[in-house]
C-alpha cells in the first residue's frame, strides 16, 4: 500500500502540530499501544514531509520556508506510560552555546588544565593479507545507474 501524498489525508496531525505550536512546552497524544503510537508518529513525520513539498512548490528557492516546514522546531517522542503510550510533540530545545572540546581539561584531571591531544596508535598494516594483483587491476565498471 502506498503512503497518500496530499495534505488533507494529514488533516489531525496538522491539527496535533498546531496545538503543538501554540504551547510553550508541546503537546502529548495518548494512544492504545505501541503499535498505534508509532503508526501516529511515522503519519506525523509524513505530514511534515508532504508540508515541506508543498511549500517546494509555494515558495521560490530564496525564501526561507522552501522545502521547509513551520512544525521542523517540532520533534516527536514515544513514551509508555501506565495509561498508554503517548506521542510526545516537544519544541526543540534552545542551544545555549557551542563551545569547542580541545581546550576543556580531562575529565578526572586537574581543573582548567588544558588538555592534550594525543594521536591514537594504529596497527601496522599486514601485507599478507591483501592480493597484490587484485589492486593494481584496472577497475571495470559493469554498470551505470543515473540518479
Known amino acids: 500500500?502506498?503512503?497518500?501524498?496530499?495534505?488533507?489525508?494529514?488533516?489531525?496531525?496538522y491539527e496535533v502540530y498546531d496545538q503543538a505550536l501554540k504551547d510553550p512546552l508541546g503537546i502529548r497524544v495518548r494512544m492504545k499501544d505501541y503499535a498505534g503510537a508509532n503508526h501516529f508518529r511515522s503519519r506525523m513525520h509524513t505530514a511534515r514531509k508532504v508540508d515541506r513539498q508543498q511549500n517546494t512548490r509555494i515558495y521560490e528557492m530564496d525564501h526561507p520556508m522552501f522545502n521547509a516546514s513551520a512544525y521542523d522546531?517540532?520533534?516527536?517522542?514515544?513514551?509508555?506510560?501506565?495509561?498508554?503510550?503517548?506521542?510526545?510533540?516537544?519544541?526543540?530545545?534552545?542551544?545555549?552555546?557551542?563551545?569547542?572540546?580541545?581546550?576543556?581539561?580531562?575529565?578526572?584531571?586537574?581543573?582548567?588544565?588544558?588538555?592534550?591531544y594525543e594521536e591514537p596508535e594504529l596497527p601496522e598494516p599486514?601485507?599478507?593479507?591483501?592480493?597484490?594483483?587484485?589492486?593494481?587491476e584496472p577497475l571495470q565498471i559493469t554498470s551505470v545507474r543515473r540518479i
Open 1 to 13: 500500500m502506498s503512503v497518500p501524498t496530499t495534505p488533507r489525508a494529514y488533516d489531525d496531525c
Open 73 to 116: 522546531c517540532l520533534y516527536l517522542t514515544i513514551e509508555a506510560e501506565e495509561n498508554g503510550h503517548y506521542v510526545y510533540v516537544r519544541h526543540r530545545p534552545e542551544v545555549q552555546g557551542i563551545e569547542s572540546l580541545s581546550g576543556l581539561a580531562i575529565e578526572n584531571d586537574e581543573p582548567g588544565k588544558e588538555a592534550v
Open 126 to 136: 599486514v601485507d599478507d593479507l591483501v592480493d597484490a594483483e587484485v589492486i593494481n
